[in-house]
């Protein structure tokens, strides 16, 4: 489904969906009860559209029965005395429904036979009403084929005067001497009215002779627009693609809505991976000192509870500070003081192993944590730190050197850490009081 349609959905049905269900419900009713009382499909037959009507007897198959027709407004009427013959005797009204053979009427979707009839007869008969399908293909009980006018048969036993009738199309059937006549069994010898010609009004198969009257007033053909059959699976498909366009709505909206869920997460995911970054931005940046980019306080605290829980950890603490430095910064200004800070932090940096851990302690006080370090050699290293740091090119030409104090870290004794910094920092103010940018070693 495009975005346009999408939207058309969503516009215009979803929120009509109810109203949708309410109509069609309702719609259905009324098509139920219209069907049943109303839809009414009539073809008027006589007198309406005045077919062709003869009178027709047994002389046709060499009787001598008399047959006459007169028509007026009373109707067509048959005036027929039946008279002995070698022939069945009969009389009838034939009326020609159509001229054209191959234009018959389809009564298929007819469902009655309404005849208003007056009727007369010297001795007790039956009418029988026929309807002539025109030029039916018939296959025999020998497999060949002949064209034959079938004639569907129904009988009514009429009283005296005129009476109404409703005739059922469903109660015709096909008269045995048909059957007989063109030999025909199974299909062939169900009745079909798909293509009438014709229609006669005839006599019964009394043999008594008589004289007998027929006045035929009207004839109609009379059914439903559409059979409940038909209606009902109309509706049934109706609600069948109802139902299934909002089966196709719910499975559509669902999957929509999975794709926004999926885009969600992934929005939250991004944003979370994000926040996690900046998060350890701000650890990092809570742990590291501003001006030089060292650890600071903070950052040391980690270290320090893991040489703690460590009771293997051989470490050495080498801790200094900047001689005189109050006066570089009264002389020079606190720029000049901060840029003689930052130049020292990166040679630390550049020139400490990495597994040593240094920090920016405070002021101008630096700390370095020796991993695998012996007191001695921390000496060495303090010592060859304090004659780098008298020889490099700080800001403004400055001479700057340190005083160190040097001090073991002693696993697993109480109070060790604080002891590790207080030899070290009473070593440091030996080294200050000794005249500064000397190293000293620091006593537990
Ligand atoms: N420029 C600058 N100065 C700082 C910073 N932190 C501390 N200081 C200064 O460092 C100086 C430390 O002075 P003191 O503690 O008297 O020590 P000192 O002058 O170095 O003397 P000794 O340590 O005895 O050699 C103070 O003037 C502080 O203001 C900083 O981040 N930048």
């Not at 009427?105 to 008969?125: C, H, P, R, V």
């Amino acid at each position: 489904m495009n975005q346009q349609a999408s939207n058309n959905v969503k516009k215009y049905i979803v929120p009509h969906l109810q109203n949708i269900y309410f109509f069609v419900a309702v719609m259905s009713l009324v098509l139920i009860i219209w069907q049943d009382y109303g839809m009414n499909k009539v073809l008027n037959i006589y007198p309406e559209t005045t077919p062709s009507v003869f009178a027709n007897s047994d002389v046709i198959n060499n009787g001598n029965s008399n047959a006459s027709l007169v028509e007026n407004e009373q109707g067509a009427q048959l005036h027929c005395e039946t008279k002995a013959s070698d022939a069945w005797p009969f009389c009838s009204l034939d009326l020609v429904l159509t001229e054209d053979r191959s234009a018959g009427i389809n009564l298929e979707k007819f469902k009655y036979l309404s005849l208003e009839l007056g009727y007369q007869t010297t001795s007790q008969d039956t009418v029988l009403v026929y309807l002539v399908n025109a030029d039916q293909k018939i296959k025999t009980k020998h497999g060949s084929y002949i064209i034959a006018n079938k004639s569907n048969m129904t009988t009514i036993l009429p009283p005296s005067g005129t009476s109404h009738y409703k005739l059922p199309l469903a109660h015709f059937f096909v008269p045995s001497w048909w059957i007989l006549q063109n030999k025909a069994t199974g299909e062939a010898a169900r009745p079909k009215i798909d293509n009438v010609i014709g229609l006669s009004i005839a006599t019964g198969d009394s043999h008594q002779l008589r004289t007998v009257d027929i006045t035929l007033k009207n004839l109609q053909f009379s059914g439903k627009w559409i059979s409940a059959k038909s209606l009902y699976f109309l509706i049934i498909l109706m609600w069948l693609a109802l139902i299934s366009v909002h089966g196709l709505i719910n499975i559509y909206q669902q999957s929509e809505s999975l794709k926004l869920k999926h885009l969600e997460t992934k929005n939250l995911e991004d944003i979370n991976s994000f926040l996690s970054i900046q998060k350890n931005e701000f650890e990092l940046l809570a742990k590291t000192d501003a001006l030089t980019g060292l650890y600071n306080r903070a950052g040391t605290s980690e270290l320090l509870q893991q040489m703690k829980a460590n009771p293997n950890s051989v470490y050495s603490l080498i801790m200094f500070d900047i001689d005189y430095f109050k006066k570089i910064n009264d002389n020079f200004g606190h720029e000049v003081g901060d840029e003689i800070l930052t130049t020292l932090a990166t040679h630390l940096q550049n020139n400490m192993r990495n597994s040593d851990h240094v920090a920016r302690w405070g002021g101008e006080e630096f700390v370095i944590f020796c991993p695998d370090t012996t007191e001695y050699n921390a000496l060495r290293i303090a010592n060859t730190l304090r004659k780098n740091i008298s020889e490099l090119p700080f800001p403004m030409a400055i001479n700057v050197t340190c005083s160190f104090g040097v001090a073991p870290f002693f696993a697993g004794q109480e109070n060790s850490i604080q002891d590790m910094f207080k030899a070290a920092d009473n070593a440091m103010y030996e080294a200050k009081l000794a005249g500064r940018n000397r190293v000293r070693i620091g006593k537990h």
